[in-house]
């Protein structure tokens, strides 16, 4: 398993079925991202497109405005439309709003591994090493999402087969792959290097082209 | 009818007029007109509740359709008999509208045609045929000028035509089916027509209780007609699937006939040596090798199905199926054989006449039971068994809510007394012409007396009989007379004399009261799930763990439309009322009842207009049932028919119980017609879709099947526990021996399970740990943690208390009795807990030991039946294991180690449970074990109320 020591511990302490009344719940005043924007008219606030955001966020949507967030643990896609909507952990609490809510495919342990602050995933061997590695996280689009705490180089690498790596520069800690109209192969096995984090990925067999839900082709280098 | 006794064909099938099968309330006299718009309560337990009538099948064999005396059309996929994927309703009133007695369903499987008596409410006195298409259930055709009833249908091969024999005005008549045009008819039969038969070439062949045979050449033209040779009153007629041969059975004649199908001349009898009764059903094989039948006679009590080789000129074999008659045989492809009986049951015969599965209705059957029906004097107590002659009988107690077995005896019971001096009932059992002291008791023709039970006084006696119930003085003088629901198999008077408790053939048990014999309370239990239901006149009702889904509301729509059913638990907060249920033999009054229920419960019960409640009623229109389905995004088009002025508040979407979508309104209504895009689970899964009122009534869900053929899910799921158990209370009034030990003993199974989950994160609180606000803390957690591919469980040890409304607490360890209500944690934020768990949940608790600290020590302090039917209903679907039903206490004993539930529960998930020895336990599997193991262990003084959605089962433990 790829997990840093922080994350370790918390694995041994889970199976080990220990009640510590404060290891399984985030402390105190600690930062949570919980959704992502898919989606937002213009003017709300000061949120774009792709920001993750924390539980206890809101945002007045007017008569007009509209935005769609997805739940990075429980997989709600919810559109939103009018009203004010208010982020809680698992989902949207929607006051005088329309909601459409429905469950996306998302690998949510995936994204709380790449989501825990502090943690540094390490992808396994390429394809000239002997075993293939586990992935960190499953995507159900062809073309994933990635977030970055800062501008730097991203390469992807496919592990499974021979295939030349993909590089691009993070300009703006964000990039849809979809917009470069880049698509990797379904029930490919990828490595995300990002500096010195890596994340070992699976596009997922029946993995959606184009415009899946943004949680379910998510890579976060934090 | 189920009584296996030799009964004249004119009075089992056209006389089904006689009959007032299943209705719920009691019968009252003359044919209402208009149709009633009042809801009217009905039993559903998932299969045909009487006699089935009607089987049909299309062309390819896998779409079958049945109807019945019990007022409903059943539609089965042959691939998946469990449920039907459709009940459909008829226009009904409380008397006899929307008996069915018979079905045809077009070779393409996209109509169902029934009749029976049917539209006898309508414009000019005639009788109705319905149309029904079997996508949506709804009625496109109503056919409203039938002369008479209809006994028999048969369609076309190219579904082009439809023929109907009819009875009153006895008739053939020939439908063009495109547009229910009359094409032909015959009015010249003579007596009523109970089969009918077309072959390729659009011959029909009918028979007449006139002791006829009628061929017609196609457009029924031609008409040859014979004396039946057989017998007097020929009752089925089948081509054979060459054409060239027609099979005629008789009721008043053992003999079967083979008719040359030009022109009727005798070719052959079928060997009927042996047999003295006639055979009422006759089919075809589809290859023509074989012909079968059935009818009256019996081997050994047993209803056999007669074989015949080489096209029924061969020997013929019986094969013993059933102990009731069968009503219909319906051949199949691959020379498979459907078959029906009286009393609901519908099952399957593979080629070599196998039994492969039968459906049942589940009603107890009643019948020789005059001497195991016994009744406590007060009437809150009643005994019975669910098999004929009463073996392994069972108990029923209104104080405990809880079924349990007969065994030891109870001195307290007392049966019928059925001998008095001077009084002298005699001829009382099966006879026509019972007699009191030397004279006749006069019945109606046909008319069965079938149980006795004198009063304690010995002043008056009640006589239960096949269509009624009825009260005698001494003197032999009717005091009243109530029509009965199915035939009257066993009654006894009560030790203080206020009530006749009777079992019918409807599965039901009702109390009548004695001064005039309105029925006070119903009782209903399923023979198989030992689910059960009592309820009063107006429908407040008491019911066990999955019992409030055997009865519901039906509501008419009009003579033109399909009518809409509605479970009672969709109106569970109105209805569910275990005070007035307790109160009603008390108060011998609904209305006083109520007024004590609310008294001490705090309520105010209003009158209430059921229809200005009623949810809306949702449509899948696609995918279609059982679709098959590669990619797991799909579209679900659907309808809303709302049936109140309430708006649309929101629809979920759900999958196997998880909600997959949610639309909720906000300015702009929701539309009633629309699509939802949603992720399916990548597996089989059963698809349910919701709509909730602004007044918060949820709809019947709309239920699909999805079959998966795309790659299976790659995800391995985590494991997520919540152990609270709490034995050491800080009040000393409150300890427990075991329920610590019992959350440590819980968890502790799934601690090695890591082969099984992708991880596993157990929190317990034990005893002082257990505070109101650690539980509320740890509930956060285990409401967040998992993920939508996870599974989540909370097991629950300890107190549990309810108020006076019914309402239920946990006691946290350091409440005490007197704060329990105002410091206890609620079931609504145990159940907003649960319902937040994005994955998959499992709720057990064990919090049903005994009252004494509330001050009822015989019982527990909580009705935990509720709480498994609330989180169990469409629009939770929380799966739920309680260690009790009702009120009855949970046991746990030193030798045990654990109480009995979690003791049951622990060896079941250790591997006691892997009953196919696959090497996991399921949820299924769990569910079967705990049932069976917690009822031996506490010599049936416990049984757990098990809530698990239908159809829904995944592996919880991998053994190795």
């Known amino acids: 398993m790829r997990r840093s020591t922080s994350f370790a511990s918390l694995a041994v302490f889970v199976l080990g079925a220990a009640w510590c009344n404060s290891a399984a719940m985030p402390r105190e005043g600690e930062r949570q991202d919980v959704a992502i924007v898919e989606e937002v008219s213009p003017g709300i606030g000061d949120l774009r497109r792709f920001d993750l955001i924390a539980a206890g966020r809101s945002a007045e949507l007017g008569q007009d405005g509209r935005i769609v967030l997805g739940y990075l643990k429980s997989c709600w896609q919810d559109s939103i439309a009018g009203g004010r909507a208010v982020v809680e952990p698992l989902k949207s609490l929607v006051e005088g709003g329309a909601l459409t809510r429905r469950r996306v495919e998302c690998d949510a342990a995936g994204l709380a591994l790449m989501n825990s602050a502090g943690l540094v995933a390490r992808g396994g061997n390429s394809v000239a090493g002997a075993a293939l590695p586990e992935p960190d996280v499953n995507l159900y689009g062809l073309s994933p999402i990635i977030i970055s705490a800062q501008a730097g180089l991203l390469v992807i690498e496919r592990l499974d087969i021979a295939a030349p790596p993909l590089r691009f520069e993070l300009g703006e800690n964000r990039v849809d792959l979809r917009e470069k109209d880049i698509a990797l192969d379904a029930n490919g096995l990828y490595r995300f290097s990002y500096g010195a984090s890596v994340i070992v990925v699976r596009i997922d067999r029946l993995a959606e082209p184009g415009r899946a839900p943004a949680v379910g082709r998510l890579v976060i280098f934090r | 009818m189920r009584k296996t006794i030799s009964i004249p064909y004119r009075r089992l099938a056209p006389a089904i007029a006689l009959i007032v099968p299943l209705a719920l309330v009691a019968y009252q006299g003359a044919l209402a007109r208009p149709l009633p718009e009042t809801p009217i309560l009905r039993i559903e337990a998932g299969a045909h509740g009487s006699d089935v009538t009607g089987l049909a099948a299309d062309a390819g064999g896998k779409l079958l359709a049945t109807s019945s005396y019990d007022k409903t059309l059943r539609l089965w996929r042959l691939a998946d008999p469990s449920a039907p994927v459709r009940v459909i309703r008829p226009p009904i009133d409380f008397d006899r509208e929307g008996s069915l007695y018979t079905v045809a369903l077009s070779p393409d499987g996209s109509r169902a045609v029934t009749a029976g008596w049917t539209g006898s409410g309508g414009d000019s006195g005639s009788w109705s045929l319905y149309v029904f298409d079997t996508a949506s259930g709804e009625m496109v055709k109503r056919v409203a000028t039938l002369t008479g009833r209809l006994l028999s249908l048969a369609f076309s091969a190219d579904g082009k035509r439809l023929a109907a024999g009819l009875k009153d005005k006895p008739a053939v008549i020939l439908f063009d089916t495109e547009n229910w045009s009359v094409v032909s008819r015959d009015d010249e039969q003579r007596d009523d027509m109970p089969s009918i038969d077309m072959d390729k070439q659009g011959r029909v062949v009918a028979a007449s209780l006139g002791g006829t045979i009628s061929l017609y050449e196609a457009g029924l033209r031609n008409k040859r007609t014979i004396d039946s040779p057989g017998g007097k009153e020929p009752a089925i007629v089948r081509f054979s699937p060459d054409g060239a041969t027609i099979a005629v059975g ?26 003295d009764k006639g055979f009422i059903v006759l089919a075809w094989s589809r290859s023509g090798n074989y012909l079968y039948g059935s009818g009256y006679y019996e081997r050994g009590g047993r209803n056999p199905i007669r074989r015949w080789e080489n096209g029924g000129r061969g020997a013929g074999r019986d094969f013993s199926i059933t102990n009731t008659v069968v009503t219909r045989l319906q ?78 005896p109870d001195p307290k019971l007392a049966g019928a007394l059925t001998e008095a001096p001077g009084l002298k009932v005699i001829d009382w059992n099966d006879t026509e012409r019972p007699a009191l002291n030397g004279m006749t008791l006069p019945l109606k023709t046909h008319e069965s007396s079938l149980s006795l039970a004198i009063a304690p006084d010995q002043k008056s006696f009640v006589l239960g009989t096949a269509w009624r119930v009825l009260k005698y003085d001494a003197g032999g003088k009717l005091a009243w007379e109530a029509d009965a629901p199915g035939e009257a198999w066993a009654a006894v008077v009560t030790g203080n004399g206020k009530f006749a408790v009777v079992a019918f053939n409807d599965g039901t048990i009702r109390w009548l009261r004695m001064s005039d014999g309105q029925t006070l309370l119903s009782l209903f239990t399923h023979a198989e799930s030992r689910r059960w239901v009592a309820w009063t006149a107006s429908g407040y009702y008491v019911a066990s763990a999955g019992g409030d889904g055997l009865i519901g509301w039906h509501v008419n729509r009009g003579a033109d439309k399909t009518a809409d059913f509605f479970s009672i638990a969709r109106f569970r907060d109105i209805y569910y009322r275990p005070d007035v249920v307790e109160k009603i033999l008390g108060t011998l009054d609904e209305g006083q009842a109520i007024k004590r229920g609310d008294a001490e419960t705090g309520r105010t019960t209003k009158s209430t207009d059921l229809a200005a409640l009623l949810p809306p009623i949702v449509t899948i229109n696609s995918p279609a049932e059982g679709a098959a389905v590669a990619a797991s995004k799909v579209s679900f088009a659907y309808d809303i028919r709302r049936l109140s002025r309430e708006p ?14 949610v639309v909720e309104a906000g300015a702009t209504p929701i539309a009633e017609q629309g699509t939802i895009e949603a992720y399916i689970p990548r597996r089989d899964a059963t698809i349910e879709m919701i709509a909730e009122t602004a007044s918060g009534i949820w709809s019947e869900p709309a239920a699909l099947k999805l079959h998966w053929t795309g790659p299976a899910e790659e995800i391995k799921p985590s494991l997520f526990i919540l152990a609270v158990g709490i034995s050491q209370y800080r009040a000393p009034e409150l300890k427990l021996a075991l329920a610590d030990k019992d959350a440590s003993d819980f968890k502790n199974v799934f601690d090695q399970q890591q082969k099984a989950y992708r991880k596993v994160e157990i929190v317990t609180l034990e005893n002082e740990k257990a505070t109101a606000a650690e539980i509320r803390r740890a509930l956060e957690w285990f409401a967040s943690a998992p993920t939508s591919h996870d599974v989540a469980m909370l097991f629950m040890a300890g107190h549990g208390v309810d108020d006076q409304g019914g309402r239920y607490f946990f006691v946290p360890q350091e409440v005490g009795p007197k704060e329990a209500l105002s410091q206890g944690l609620s079931y609504q934020d145990i159940r907003r807990a649960l319902a937040s768990v994005a994955g998959r949940v499992l709720f057990f608790i064990d919090t049903c030991h005994s009252g004494a600290a509330w001050g009822d020590p015989g019982k527990s302090a909580t009705d935990v039946s509720r709480i498994v039917n609330d989180l169990n209903s469409p629009e939770h679907r929380i799966m739920t294991f309680a260690s009790s039903t009702g009120r009855q206490r949970s046991y746990e004993k030193a030798e045990w180690g654990n109480g009995a539930f979690t003791k049951a529960v622990v060896e079941g998930l250790k591997g006691e449970a892997d009953f196919f020895k696959n090497g996991y336990v399921t949820t299924a599997e769990l569910d079967a074990y705990v049932s069976d193991r917690v009822s031996k262990l506490t010599l049936g003084q416990q049984t757990p109320a098990i809530g698990r959605p239908f159809g829904v089962d995944y592996p919880l433990v991998q053994l190795r």
Do not use: C, N
């Open chain 2, 250 to 275: 008789y009721s008043d004649s053992p003999r079967v006939d083979l008719l040359a199908a030009d022109d009727l001349h005798l070719i052959a009898s079928a060997d009927t040596r042996g047999i």
């Open chain 2, 331 to 408: 051949p199949l492809p691959d020379d498979s054989l459907a078959f029906t009986t009286q009393g609901g049951t519908f099952g399957l015969l593979d080629p070599m006449m196998r039994l492969v599965w039968e459906k049942k209705h589940g009603a107890a059957d009643f019948r020789d039971q005059h001497d195991t029906l016994k009744v406590s004097a007060d009437g809150g107590t009643v005994e019975f068994s669910f098999e004929r002659f009463g073996a392994a009988p069972v108990r029923f107690s209104l104080a405990t809510k809880a079924l349990s077995p007969g065994e030891p």
């Open chain 2, 648 to 661: 649309i508040k929101s629809v979920q979407l759900r999958a196997d119980g998880r909600p997959i979508a």
